[in-house]
């Protein structure tokens, strides 16, 4: 699986949007860009995937630019709740295939 | 919404005794997973399974076994728990569609 490279932390204040950004410049072709998000003592959240297109879903939307290097999870209305560490993970969806995550961005958000 | 479900938030267990963490998912998934969570050393597979008495052990099987008797519950056996099993167990679930991985809430083991 591809690396992929996130700043460590990031501010946001409340109620605006968060992005936050995700390089992975040798991904491959057949390799999707996964976006889960860690609350401290909790167990990971799903929170979006992609190929190529941009995604929306309740939660968040995910730009994947066109060269496929890089993308951006974006959380619209952030809130205090939001306050987490976000992992941004490439790979093939295969069967048993682990989930490695790297040190992720921890988000704080600002009241 | 999936629903992944563990037995326990926090157990705390004696070297020596048999421990079980029990995983229930009500998405009619057919893999399961357990891992469990350091820090430093982030998320190790334990093991999974693609179906009904199926299992594959993962990176780190040594000292831990499995169960899956139904499709919907997938357990974790600690044979003989030590201290250097204290950490986070998490179990996750995915649909042979998609492949998306679901994760519980955790149960946080401390073993004295």
């Known amino acids: 699986d591809a690396k992929t490279t996130q700043p460590p932390s990031m501010d946001c204040a409340e109620g605006r949007a968060a992005n936050l950004p995700c390089n992975h410049s040798t991904i491959s072709g057949n390799e999707y860009v996964y976006w889960y998000r860690q609350i401290h003592s909790q167990g990971p959240q799903y929170i979006i995937h992609g190929l190529k297109n941009n995604e929306t879903n309740e939660m968040a939307s995910l730009i994947i630019t066109e060269d496929r290097k890089s993308s951006t999870l974006i959380l619209p209305h952030a809130t205090l709740r939001d306050t987490a560490v976000y992992y941004c993970i490439v790979r093939v969806p295969r069967r048993g295939d682990k989930i490695i995550f790297g040190k992720g961005t921890r988000l704080h958000i600002l009241p | 919404d999936v629903k992944v479900t563990q037995s326990s938030r926090y157990l705390v267990k004696r070297t020596g005794e048999k421990v079980f963490l029990e995983c229930v998912q009500d998405?009619?998934?057919?893999?399961m997973f357990w891992y469990r969570q350091d820090p430093g050393l982030g998320l190790r597979l334990i093991y999974f399974s693609y179906d009904v008495k199926m299992k594959e052990k993962g990176d780190i099987p040594e000292g831990y076994s499995v169960s899956r008797e139904k499709k919907e519950r997938f357990s974790l056996i600690l044979e003989s728990a030590s201290t250097n099993q204290t950490s986070m167990y998490l179990c996750?679930?995915?649909?042979?569609?998609?492949?998306?991985?679901?994760f519980g809430p955790g149960t946080r083991l401390t073993v004295l």
């Open positions: 998405m009619d998934h057919e893999n």
């Open positions: 996750a679930s995915s649909s042979e569609r998609t492949d998306t991985q679901y």
